[in-house]
């Protein structure tokens, strides 16, 4: 036994291969504490979500018709979130029918058409840098444009537009992902049977990357629609009694209110702001349910 | 041999008139992003200029009292919001980066991917809740039964910057965890499995030899953490408070440029006012230190990475 350690350096084996007791536990208490840290985070998300449930339950199921279909109200109890549950919804869909389009299409350009040029570079560098600027700063967008310089005022047009020059640069890297996920045999077999190139992406790309696409947009969406600096920027009010009939109307959101609610000092209005993020949170769950079923459901493997 | 060729090469269809516009339609997409670029660039450089025309720019970087709301249209020192937000941004590091390291080190290396298929979406769930709600959880959890418990009702105000910390510490957890794994991931698993051959053991896979050859991603995603920790809004508005000042006690209130922002919007100031003026000098200063951060993260990421065959 003796005569073959010695076959070796023996500093080099004790560096590393001697498994002392010490070490041995020192490697366990390594892989707890790593499994602590991961968990904590589960559980400070489960702690959050009891949290929300226990202070807002109650409220919300005293009289859930009521509470979805009331306006805002200075009295705690009659207090409703009608307005910003609508409000919410109307500007998720204004957002996608405006960013959706504008989105794809500079996806599609990107991948399809552009030219390995610095115009191409600069506009991806660009993108990538507008992800990351901070949702508050467009509302400043939002509040200097839309609302004073197109004088559009606190809106719905102005709302939504704020926002869908927000998920913009989410949705173009989530639209050019699938589009990428696309193989190219696709392309020259449509090539082949001596289609455009136009052709190839409008009746054989595209498709394909719907899925995808669809699902990072309504992911994309689903960020913008929990977002609430951008549009207490904009200046969207809390306080309105009815429903937008146009765009230039007022409208409110989910959000807002849980912010406004949040603010307040007495305990039912805690209550209330709980229960409006239940609300929330289904609203979201119920996007997120969507965006997986629509991955699961139509995605292509190639 | 020339002709030959072209006879032989096949063109590829000329694109119809009708799709040259497509294609022009579609590059005008494209460039719509930079009109975003240049219309936050303008609509922040315009009103900050009027603003340093009317408040000085020397007393703006160096002053140490921000008080929008006082007599003679206000002082305005950005120090005490670069403060509140130093604050916040260490701390959330201070809660983010243990969590964060720790779970993007167990899912890569450690756990079994049975585990990683529900540790990875639950992630994906903490990083889709909305920050008001999560605001709304610091206000109502964290300050009276996790702070005030530990720390002493006295000690700790309703509204203070630890329980603003940990609600964006706990939002960056999912950012570097994800970042951090991915970078752990692409390093070959030759590099580990010569260290175990050398006899390592698996902590010592992971610290010595993953972690350091993830580094750049690592950074990159400590840094995207803090650029993200300085933009984030509503659960410091909400938690952290609306007291400017210069101060690094983690218990009482103090205010950030994003909830000073959120504050004068909240006070509805009139268009052409210092006051609104005020709010585009603030965003300017928060876009070019989340810029410089965001650079910087993909700066890090291009030039540091080690690339394996």
Known sequence: MSASTEVFAPGALQRGATRTPAKVALDAAFAVLLFVGTIVGVIALGVLLFTIYDNGWERLMADPGAFLSNYVSRLPARAGIKAGLYGSIYLMLLTALFCFPVGVGAAIYLEEFAPKNRVTDFVEANIANLAGVPSVVYGLLGLGVFVRFFALGPSLLAGSLTLAVMSLPVIIVAARESIRAVPQSVRLGAYALGATRWQAVWTQVLPAAIPGTLTGAILALSRAIGETAPLLVVGLPVVIFNLPNSLDDPVSALPLLIFNWTSRPQASFAEAAAAASIVLLALLLAMNAVAIFLRNRFSIRW | MATAQSDLSIKRQKPRTGERLIVQALFVCAVLSIAVTVGIIAVL?????????????????????????????????????????????????????????????????????????????????????????????????????????????????????????????????????????????????????????????????????????????????????????????????????????????????????????????????????????????????????????????ARVVKRFRQVYQ
């Open chain 2, 45 to 297: 450089l315009l009103d900050t200029v009027t603003f340093f025309r009317e408040s000085s720019i020397v007393s703006f970087f160096t002053g140490t009292r921000w008080a929008p709301s006082s007599g003679g249209g206000g002082v305005y020192g950005v120090l005490p919001l670069l403060n509140g937000t130093l604050l916040i941004v260490l701390g959330a590091l201070l809660v983010g980066l243990p969590l964060g390291l720790a779970t993007a080190i167990y899912l890569s290396e450690y756990s079994s991917s049975r585990v990683r298929n529900v540790l990875k979406p639950t992630l994906e769930i903490l990083a889709g809740i909305p920050t008001v709600v999560v605001g709304f959880f610091a206000l109502n959890f964290v300050t009276p039964t996790l702070l005030r418990a530990v720390f002493g009702n006295d000690r700790v105000f309703v509204f203070n910057a630890a329980a603003g910390s940990v609600a964006v510490g706990l939002m960056v957890v999912p950012i570097i965890a994800s970042i951090s794994e991915d970078a752990m991931r692409s390093v070959p698993s030759s590099l580990r499995e010569a260290a175990y051959g050398l006899g390592s053991t698996k902590r010592q896979v992971s610290l010595r030899v993953v972690v350091p050859a993830a580094l750049s991603g690592i950074a990159a995603s400590v840094i995207l953490a803090m650029s993200r920790a300085v933009g984030e809004t509503m659960a410091v508005a909400i938690a952290a408070g609306n007291t400017p000042k210069m101060t690094f006690d983690y218990f009482t209130s103090i205010q950030t440029l994003t909830a000073a922002i959120a504050q004068i919007v909240g006070g509805e100031a009139a268009a052409g006012t210092v006051r609104y003026n005020a709010l585009f000098a603030i965003g300017s200063t928060l876009f070019v230190l989340t810029l410089a951060m965001n650079l910087l993260s």
